[in-house]
């Protein structure tokens, strides 16, 4: 069974600073997909960047960017330059390939700080 | 596409009623999802179908939960006869790509059993 731990509950930043939210996952399989998703208070989940397992490289999209270390199984994000509407839940997700269905960790609540 | 759609948005009922969310999936998605979320379990994914079968519904707490899938443009989840402590924000989700890709949610369902 695959598990996804998100061991901050809530971290702050101050405006157009660098935030980095943890997650680690344990996972049996050798191909998979890792997923951060944000709530904001709309409750709306949106997909913030998405990591296939196989690739080295870190996935990017726009001011967000996370470090895969696949060896310790640790997936972060980090958020540059915050701005207000990044506030929300993020919450870290795996799936595994031809699975299809998502475990998620607990979430952090990210709060910016103007 | 206007996404995945979730009626109602909220739902307050009586304990021992019979509640019945719906979803309608983004069309061409072969893959739909139930999840509930909670403060004490987080995400929890409930069942999913493939080209509207039920493929895996371990996570279904017990026989009171149902879902059906009639076409590939509609699901249920039903509840009957409800109890407080299935209060929740449900969420349905649907996913077209078979490489474990993104999963696009609707905006949920807040149920509240009293």
């Known amino acids: 069974a695959q598990t996804v731990t998100q061991s901050q509950p809530e971290m702050s930043v101050q405006e157009a600073e660098t935030v980095t939210l943890s997650c680690t996952y344990d996972?049996?399989?050798?191909?998979?997909?890792l997923f951060w998703y944000k709530q904001p208070p709309s409750r709306q989940m949106i997909l913030v960047i998405r990591q296939e397992a196989y690739k080295q490289q870190n996935a990017t999209e726009n001011r967000f960017s996370v470090n895969f270390q696949k060896a310790a199984k640790s997936f972060s994000l980090k958020i540059s330059d915050s701005q207000l509407g990044d506030a929300a839940m993020y919450f870290c997700a795996h799936s595994g390939a031809g699975s299809y269905q998502l475990t998620f960790g607990k979430g952090t609540k990210l709060s910016v700080i103007p | 596409d206007a996404g995945v759609i979730q009626s109602p948005r909220h739902e307050v009922t009586e304990m021992g009623q019979e509640v019945t969310l719906r979803c309608k999936p983004i069309s061409g998605h072969d893959y739909l999802f139930w999840y509930r979320q909670t403060m004490m379990r987080g995400l929890e994914l409930l069942i999913y179908?493939?080209?509207?079968?039920?493929?895996?519904d371990s996570g279904m707490p017990e026989d009171r939960f149902s879902a059906k899938m009639p076409n590939a443009s509609f699901s249920t989840l039903k509840i009957q006869p409800s109890e407080p402590r299935d209060s929740a924000v449900y969420f349905c989700?649907?996913?077209?790509?078979?490489?474990?890709?993104?999963?696009?949610f609707g905006q949920g369902t807040r149920l509240t059993v009293v």
């Open positions: 996972t049996s399989e050798s191909d998979y997909y």
């Open positions: 179908f493939n080209n509207n079968v039920p493929i895996d």
């Open positions: 989700a649907s996913s077209g790509d078979p490489q474990g890709s993104e999963a696009f």
